[in-house]
């Protein structure tokens, strides 16, 4: 089969790895622009570049007022489908047009929940039990095609966001290689399922508005805030007039304390035990601004937070 492959960030990797490895002709991939980043603001290109490259595969870069030029080369390249993983911008239809098998995409939920950016971070914020992998014949719409294939797992106590988009990477791959073979050999379900609307939950762009902690919440659900929001932008709280990071916790306890939202109870050897709206939050993980990620052992050892300190939003 030839293919075109759409992507940019890390999740998007193994599924281009899955392709090359089944032996698919790819003439083209396409991703996002080379970013600034990091503290010295260098270019750095995305993940799928690097892989593209490692692989020999001839790449360009969608940017801003390119979309006209990239639906040239995609045609010119005259794929069977355009497998669309975590790329990044919106395919018109002159594009979702061109592939014989039209563009196929790999998205991080169980459509039609969690349409849009950010579907595992805000699967896990709201408490899902469940999340998967969904792959969509793509539309004008934004993650509404008709779905070709789902894949559902668990969602673990303790799984953060980078954890779960990790191992869903995984499994998307392998579940785009076998649903390509099926439209190939012109399956039953080629046509695909349409989505029921009445299901529908988007998941917008992550920012930073997100991060504050709200310890007036549940131990639970101030637990799903700071792991649906690790690695980025992470949950903040302030400690004295610094901002730092809890980048781990985990309930304590679902009894309510009766002491202020956001008090220490305790300082205990795996971290802080602090007071929540309901129940107390186990403080495992801190960090520094600028700085990385410490056991709250390690951080405590340089900065001690005695018991009946305010941790505030």
Not at 64 to 81: H, I, K, W, Y
């Amino acid at each position: 089969m030839r293919i075109v492959f759409m992507g940019s960030p890390e999740f998007a990797v193994p599924t281009l790895d899955a392709l090359v490895e089944s032996r698919a002709e790819i003439p083209l991939v396409v991703t996002q622009p080379d970013r600034r980043a990091g503290r010295g603001r260098l270019l750095e290109a995305t993940a799928v570049k690097d892989a593209a490259r490692g692989h020999g595969l001839p790449v360009v870069e969608w940017g801003v007022g390119d979309a006209s030029r990239v639906t040239q080369l995609v045609a010119d390249a005259a794929p069977d489908a355009v497998v669309v993983a975590a790329f990044g911008h919106i395919l018109r239809q002159p594009l979702l047009d061109a592939p014989r098998l039209g563009c196929i995409n790999l998205h991080a939920s169980l459509l039609p929940r969690w349409r849009g950016v950010a579907p595992v971070h805000y699967a896990i914020m709201h408490g899902d039990a469940w999340s998967g992998v969904s792959i969509m014949r793509m539309d004008a719409g934004v993650d509404t095609g008709p779905v070709l294939a789902q894949l559902a797992v668990a969602i673990e106590p303790e799984e953060t966001a980078g954890d779960l988009l990790d191992r869903l990477a995984g499994l998307g791959a392998d579940l785009m290689v076998r649903t390509l073979r099926g439209l190939e050999a012109g399956a039953a379900t080629q046509a695909g399922t349409p989505q029921n609307e009445t299901g529908a939950v988007y998941a917008p762009k992550l920012n930073r508005s997100l991060s504050p902690l709200r310890w007036e919440r549940s131990a639970v659900k101030v637990h799903n805030q700071v792991r649906g929001l690790q690695p980025w932008p992470g949950a903040t709280t302030y400690l004295a007039d610094n901002q730092i990071k809890i980048t781990a916790a985990r309930p304590w306890s679902f009894h309510t304390s009766g002491a202020e939202p956001g008090t220490v109870l305790a300082v205990v050897d795996e971290g802080l035990c602090v007071a929540c709206g309901e129940g107390v939050l186990l403080v495992t993980g801190l960090q520094n601004p600028g700085k990385k990620p410490m056991t709250a052992a390690e951080f405590l050892r340089g900065c001690p937070i005695p018991a009946g300190t305010r941790l505030r939003s």
